[in-house]
């Protein structure tokens, strides 16, 4: 069965690093900790005497100081690391952990899983080629030498980068080594972690290109363990859950994350709050417990991304504006059908068209796979047509050689109703506001990935409110921005009131909206 190492770096609340030490060794697996050389003396001095007894846990050998992006949190990894093969001959994995991260799973689950595959989990992706690197620096991190830290000596920091660039003094990357990056947070074999130690022993090239990089940290062990370990014994993820806010900032857990953290695909957590002490308690008696029973459905970073988003105008910044283009033309009309159960849409568009003939195109600015003739390549990604709505809108007039078109849309595209609401060209919106059935909230919750197969009753329980109120907020937005030409179609009105509205809409004759509203199973599931 596999036994863990884990390679704890930590700089701060010695109580915390204790109770973390003793809660993952009492389930027989090993600790190796590096604490920051500049933390204060007697902290240190607490953690080694409340663990002196404790035979699964020792200690880096040397103590130094660390630096975000510096080599520093390299070089106490790699201490902590020798530390623990020497100490743990019987360790089978070495597990990357903070101060800040916690078990959310069961020992019994994490020794199982790692078990389950002879695999190392890292995060390792082509430098040059993937998009890890969102902003800021990316082959200036390894071409340039940086001797400072841009944190804390950001003068010295862009000062010696400037002069670098002006003289050219670049260099080489060793040339049999690519450079990969992604997360510091890996789970390493034995035999992976035995290979790099040995590597850094023979490799001084290497490690001298890598002490002046910057960043290290995502780019060191990333690199080694692809040059060093076969492609088939790696898989290219972390076992550690943590996620971003779209300004970069990490997430921090609380207590009331806890049912959260436990359906997710991974075995520990990152930020826990220091104040989540209840959280901390309760993942501490979990991962001790050899009975614990996990359901796994892994929405954690979608359901984020929805209740973070919920309220914005926007859903970040404030309205956003794309380039207006020109007019679709004074002489035509655009009708759009607006609902949020595409299917209901479709069918009263396939209808329309059996009874008018007039042009209609399903969910253009939603759904990818939506039918379109070939209007040179604008069509081909809905990055493109939302991005030239109004070209892409005026080559369909002239395709279909028509001055009349039918389109759907989601309510959720406020945007972009508002964007050809005000258009000089006559727009009529019919908003079909349909009754949301539980299940087909669920339904919704798992094709938008907010919930899965093995989401707890009780989780969806709490969800189902959320998502219908964010669906009321839609509609209250189309409501409050006030569109001439809006008609409203009720699922739960008097079905003599559906003529009417589709002969305002389309601007037929009565007896031809009668025909279309005959559609007897319109609203069906």
């Known amino acids: 069965m596999a036994k863990i190492a884990f390679i704890l770096l930590c700089h701060k609340d010695p109580e915390a690093i204790i109770r973390q030490a003793e809660m993952l060794t009492a389930a027989g697996d090993y600790m190796s900790i590096h604490f920051d050389a500049r933390a204060k003396p007697e902290a240190f001095r607490q953690i080694r005497e409340a663990l002196a007894d404790n035979p699964n846990v020792t200690f880096a050998k040397k103590r130094i100081k660390c630096g975000w992006g510096e080599w520093s ?26 101060g800040d991260c916690a078990p959310i799973k069961s020992a019994r689950f994490a020794h199982e899983y790692l078990d389950a595959r002879d695999v190392d989990y890292v995060e390792s992706f ?67 972690v035995e290979w790099i130690l040995d590597f850094t022993r023979r490799r001084r090239d290497v490690m001298r290109f890598f002490r002046t990089t910057w960043i290290p940290d995502e780019t060191f062990f990333q690199t080694l363990v692809r040059h060093l370990v076969p492609e088939t014994e790696i898989e290219t993820r972390t076992l550690t859950f943590l996620m971003f806010t779209d300004y970069g900032m990490p997430v921090t857990f609380y207590n009331d994350h806890y049912d959260l953290l436990l359906s997710q695909d991974y075995l520990f957590a990152r930020k826990i709050s220091p104040e989540a002490l209840e959280l901390k308690r309760r993942l501490g008696a979990l991962y001790n417990n050899t009975r614990a029973e996990f359901q796994i459905s892994n929405e954690g970073r979608s359901l984020f991304k929805f209740l973070s988003g919920r309220g914005r105008e926007g859903r970040r910044f404030a309205q956003r504006f794309w380039e207006t283009e020109s007019t679709l033309g004074r002489e035509r009309e655009l009708m759009i059908v607006v609902c949020k159960k595409w299917h ?182």
């Open 126 to 192: 082509d430098y040059f080629e993937s998009d890890w690197i969102k902003t800021g620096m990316k082959e200036e991190r390894l071409i340039y030498r940086h001797f400072f830290n841009e944190r804390t000596q950001p003068k010295r920091f862009y000062a010696a980068f400037e002069a670098q660039k002006r003289l050219r003094l670049t260099r080489e990357i060793p040339h049999d080594i690519q450079v990969q990056i992604g997360s510091q947070w890996w789970c390493l074999r034995r035999r992976t």
């Open 73 to 98: 949190l390299v070089q106490a990894t790699l201490y902590a690391v020798e530390a623990a093969v020497d100490q743990f001959p019987r360790a089978t994995h070495f597990y990357m952990l903070s």
């Open 344 to 525: 209901v849409a479709k069918r009263l568009l396939d209808r329309i068209r059996q009874v008018t003939n007039l042009p209609a195109i399903e969910y253009l600015f939603n759904e990818e796979g939506t039918a379109l003739p070939d209007l040179g390549g604008i069509q081909g990604t809905l990055a493109k047509r939302t991005r030239h709505r109004r070209a892409l809108m005026r080559m369909l007039f002239d395709y279909y050689e028509t001055d009349r078109l039918i389109v759907c849309m989601d309510p959720g595209s406020i945007d972009l109703l508002q964007d050809f609401c005000g258009d000089r060209s006559v727009t009529k919106l019919l908003e079909i506001q349909c009754h949301f059935t539980d299940s087909y909230l669920t339904g919704h919750a798992m094709r938008v990935g907010l919930a899965g197969e093995q989401t707890p009753p009780e989780t969806l329980e709490r969800l189902l409110p959320t998502i219908r109120g964010d669906m009321t907020h839609e509609s209250d937005q189309i409501r409050d921005s006030e569109f001439e030409n809006h008609l409203i179609l009720r699922e739960n009105d008097d079905a003599a009131r559906y003529p009417d509205l589709l002969s305002r809409f389309l601007d037929i004759p009565p007896e031809k909206a009668q025909e279309i509203a005959a559609l007897d199973h319109l609203f069906a599931d």
